[in-house]
């Protein structure tokens, strides 16, 4: 089974520009999960959904950062304008389905944010 | 508030030696679920384990073990024999609550293991 997918993997911009990070969740899974990693705060979470609606943004750093999950199957994390304290590693994470690992956020393999 | 703390924030092992990882955590819930997750050097989040805050059993997996102490609201892990491939960032990590309201997953600051040959 596909885990979760992100897209891009890495990703390098200069300050000021629009960023889009994308995040497949796994087949079946109704939550999905956007964090940020960096060396001073750790893993934070910034937004989750269910069912794809917004559920707790209260981690969205600022009006900058959107989140949107248009369907079951994609979601988008946008930064506009980008700065390089934005610089750090996104994961998405799904959850959900059925059985007992229904309550286990697995994580995709992040995206390496560089701004400049 | 929930809070995980790993107190300890790098250790470095030669091959084959035990080493165990400490997790100790903090909640107001009744229930709640605790994790491990391991991040190799390539990046990704693996996950290792979950724990039910009512199912106070141990675990064993192969090398890995899990000791659950509710009394001490701990959740440490052993890895027995370590591997040069158990070099990684391991994070615990604590959710809330079981029966709805937040679905937050609260991390540990992780504790970066080295397993030298």
């Known amino acids: 089974d596909a885990g979760v997918i992100q897209s891009p993997r890495h990703e390098v911009t200069e300050m000021g520009q629009e960023v889009t990070l994308r995040c497949k969740p796994i087949?079946?899974?109704?939550?999905l999960f956007w964090y940020r990693q960096t060396m001073m705060r750790g893993l934070e979470l910034l937004i989750y959904f269910n069912n794809n609606v917004p559920i707790d943004d209260s981690g969205m750093p600022e009006d900058r950062f959107s989140a949107k999950m248009p369907n079951a199957s994609f979601s988008t994390l946008k930064i506009q304008p980008s700065e390089p304290r934005d610089s750090a590693v996104y994961f998405c994470?799904?959850?959900?389905?059925?059985?007992?690992?229904?309550?286990?956020?697995?994580f995709g393999p992040g995206t390496r944010l560089t701004v400049l | 508030a929930q809070k995980v703390t790993q107190v300890q924030t790098e250790i470095s092992v030669v091959e084959k030696e035990d080493v165990t990882l400490d997790c100790v955590y903090e909640?107001?819930?009744?229930?709640?679920?605790l994790f491990w997750y391991k991040q190799p050097p390539s990046g990704e989040l693996v996950f290792l384990i979950r724990r039910n805050s009512f199912d106070e059993q141990n675990e064993i997996s192969g090398r890995y073990s899990w000791n659950f102490q509710k009394s001490t609201s701990s959740f440490n892990f052993t890895i027995t024999a370590s591997q040069v491939v158990d070099s990684a960032v391991y994070f615990c990590a604590l959710s809330p609550n079981l029966q709805g309201g937040s679905e937050k997953l609260v991390f540990g600051k992780g504790m970066k293991l080295t397993v030298n040959p």
């Open positions: 087949s079946g899974h109704d939550y």
């Open positions: 994470a799904s959850k959900g389905g059925t059985g007992r690992a229904t309550d286990t956020q697995y």
């Open positions: 909640t107001r819930d009744t229930t709640y679920y």
